[in-house]
């Protein structure tokens, strides 16, 4: 390859320009990375990457095969039609997902083995638009304005181990002034990265050089620490005779560094799973977004995981006294290169969220401030908020590229179909479902636009410490939400009679391992009715000031489902247990107990939970001696269902626990309060196994 300013040229190896390389470090061991390097070669890299990591080692496993560590695409305001440079492109993850988006990606990384990887990776996916270079970040082939986009995940912190001369900030200043100037007027530089004085290091997070607190102290005593210590960690191949080198800052130094380098128009967003993995973001500059996360999640794992100390003293600590805006543990960074004279952004057609904000005409000036998506599935769901930090509308999107992507455009059309018919039904449904507002379509992404639920979602309502102390508030909420099910079901029954829903798989309606099935009537003698699907409390949503309900979320809705899937759906996700759980043995869950507690054993919430299931009973006419085998192929649809989507994060956990939950039903199938030998209403004392 030459180059047609200079004349110069470098070999091409394997179809790969090769520049510059560098001494092998990374995430796994050299010899670890020529065994993928080969089994991807061989058959296929995902396959590899599954055999080598899915078990042994699962952070790599994400961190190799996940696209949504790309979460961030459907934020930035570039067109489909923009050039990228993926700076550091390691093992080929965000390449692979920016080159589903974008016209042209450039991608560099100087270690052999991951170059060899991510070529073959490309090769086998069939992704022609990717340039993929050997070099390092202080040799860049490149012209000037070139690129729309760069990215920097995890490399800015090394700048200074790589570049000897002067402070490792000058070092930095002056990389991100010469990235700086490849941009385009209004370019933007992507960075993932830690924050230097975030809480997680105050826990003893390990830091780049392998040791702990070190980004804590003063430079100049962390290079003596690790001068003196003299510490071994293979990724980094650190000199600790050079000092502490790999700088960080916090989030109002990552401002002040980008400034520097000539930089304007910076936003931060913190990833609460790590700048590698951010299923979800929140902007830094919508406390309100982050003092509302940190509360809910809190409460759900005091209620999942039982009561802890030091999660209680973290939360006083931290969100109460503001401190938290500066100590979230990691960042993702978005600077603007500003336009100089006569210059003015590159247009390239438009980019998805600008389509999804021109959608809301009001208020106007709503931005995105909180990114919410899962681990392998391609679904983004985006929160639109004024400026009066009022929630504008919800956008879920989804790269048509991508497996799952007609999900979206099918729950946008259900939901067209959907609202009109709640709102003629009856008063009571008018307002129970969001409003479809517009689809969108831009370059390779999808985003359907819907109205926000009002009020707050009964999960946040119901993980509150002190709900289940309050009988008549849960029994008031139980008993909206049982009017609604009756009201609703009718209009749901009519999308089936339209085919406007498609149907589950009848075989979901069996047991997991089709070996159980108890003795009397089969499951064809069962009805099957058109329900949501995933009636979950995330997804009711719960208006204090209506005193009802609205559902969101759509996605599951079908036809086969067995009578009362919804309501039992939304019992179990109560997670009620009879009394306050203290701290449970790590990786254990309440779920077990709670499913227990609800479900075999007597109290004022099992007597509660009977009741209103004889009334929706009553309200659709269901035969009550039917309702334990409604019970027991809800458990079996769980089942199924999870182990669909079994490839998303913690899918395949929840399809083993419904397995859990039905065999333990199994078992004790006497004792279960929908036992029609117990009668309406009536207790008495059961033992289970």
């Not at 800052?249 to 931060?268: H, I, W």
């Not at 869950?589 to 929706?616: G, K, M, N, Q």
């Not at 199924?640 to 490839?647: G, T, V």
Request: with cysteine; proline share 6%; aromatic share 12%.
């Amino acid at each position: 390859m030459e180059c047609s300013a200079c004349g110069a040229s470098w070999p091409i190896v394997k179809g790969v320009p090769a520049y510059r390389s560098t001494e092998y470090f990374g995430e796994v061991s050299r010899e670890e990375m020529q065994k993928l390097v080969r089994l991807a070669e061989e058959g296929y890299w995902l396959r590899a990457v599954r055999a080598q990591f899915k078990d042994s080692n699962p952070d790599m496993y994400h961190y190799t095969a996940d696209l949504n560590r790309a979460s961030w695409i459907p934020l930035l305001p570039i067109g489909p039609d923009s050039t990228v440079l993926d700076v550091g492109s390691g093992l080929g993850a965000l390449t692979h997902a920016l080159a589903l988006t974008y016209h042209r990606v450039v991608s560099i990384e100087p270690i052999e083995e991951r170059v060899q990887f991510t070529k073959t990776r490309l090769d086998q996916e069939g992704l022609k638009n990717v340039d993929l270079v050997q070099t390092t970040l202080d040799r860049l082939p490149f012209f000037e304005k070139t690129f729309d986009l760069i990215v920097l995940n995890g490399v800015l912190e090394w700048v200074g181990v790589w570049r000897r001369e002067g402070t490792p900030r000058e070092a930095q200043i002056e990389t991100l002034t010469a990235l700086r100037r490849l941009l385009k007027p209004t370019g933007i530089v992507l960075i993932g990265i830690e924050n230097r004085i975030g809480f997680e290091s105050f826990l003893g997070r390990v830091d780049h050089p392998g040791t702990r607190f070190t980004s804590l102290m003063p430079r100049s005593l962390a290079s003596l620490y690790l001068k003196l210590r003299k510490p071994g960690f293979y990724r980094t191949l650190l000199d600790p005779t050079q000092g502490y080198r790999t700088y960080t800052y916090s989030p109002r130094g990552y401002v002040k560094l980008l400034r520097e380098a000539g930089f304007d128009s910076v936003e931060l967003w913190w990833p609460p799973q790590g700048y590698n993995l951010p299923c979800e973001m929140y902007r830094l500059a919508d406390r309100a977004e982050i003092e509302n996360y940190f509360t809910c999640d809190r409460n759900y794992k005091t209620r999942v995981n039982g009561h802890a100390f030091r999660r209680t003293a973290k939360h006083w600590a931290l969100v109460k006294t503001g401190l938290i805006y500066s100590m979230v543990p990691d960042v993702i960074v978005r600077a603007e290169r500003p336009a100089e004279g006569s210059e003015s952004r590159q247009e390239h057609g438009g980019s998805l969220i600008e389509a999804v904000q021109d959608v809301l005409a009001s208020p106007p000036g709503a931005h995105a401030a909180v990114l919410m998506s899962f681990g392998f599935r391609n679904k983004a769901v985006v929160k639109l908020v004024g400026p009066d930090g009022t929630t504008a509308a919800i956008a879920k999107m989804a790269n048509v590229r991508r497996p799952g992507a007609e999900a979206i455009e099918q729950s946008f059309r259900l939901l067209e179909r959907l609202q009109p018919v709640f709102e003629e039904a009856c008063p009571s449904l008018r307002g129970t479902v969001p409003k479809p507002l517009q689809f969108v379509h831009v370059g390779s992404w999808v985003a359907s636009v819907e109205s926000a639920a009002p009020g707050r979602s009964l999960q946040d309502v119901a993980m509150d410490p002190r709900y289940f102390s309050d009988h008549e508030e849960v029994r008031h909420h139980l008993e909206r939400v049982a009017t609604w099910l009756i009201t609703a079901q009718s209009a749901l029954n009519s999308l089936g009679s339209a085919e406007a829903v498609q149907e589950i798989p009848p075989a979901w309606r069996q047991p997991p391992d089709q070996m159980n099935a108890p003795s009397g009537r089969s499951s064809s003698d069962t009805p099957s009715w058109v329900q949501h699907g995933d009636f979950f409390t995330e997804n009711v949503f719960w208006n204090d000031q209506a005193g009802r309900v609205c559902v969101i979320d759509w996605d599951q809705c079908g036809g086969g489902y067995p009578p009362l899937f919804d309501w039992f759906c939304l019992l179990t996700s109560l997670y009620y247990t009879h009394a306050r759980i203290r701290r449970s043995p790590e990786g254990y869950t309440v779920d077990d107990l709670s499913f227990r507690h609800t479900y075999f054993e007597p109290s004022w919430f099992s007597d509660l939970v009977t009741a209103l299931t004889d009334h929706i009973c009553d309200g659709l006419g269901l035969d009550h001696g039917r309702v334990i085998e409604y019970f027991r192929q809800y458990l079996c649809v769980r089942h199924h269902q999870f182990m669909h989507e079994r490839h998303v994060s913690q899918k395949e956990q929840w399809g083993v626990r419904y397995q859990a939950f039905y065999d333990f039903f199994m078992k004790n199938r006497d004792a279960c309060i929908f036992h029609p030998r117990l009668g309406s209403g009536v207790r008495a004392a059961r033992k289970v196994q």
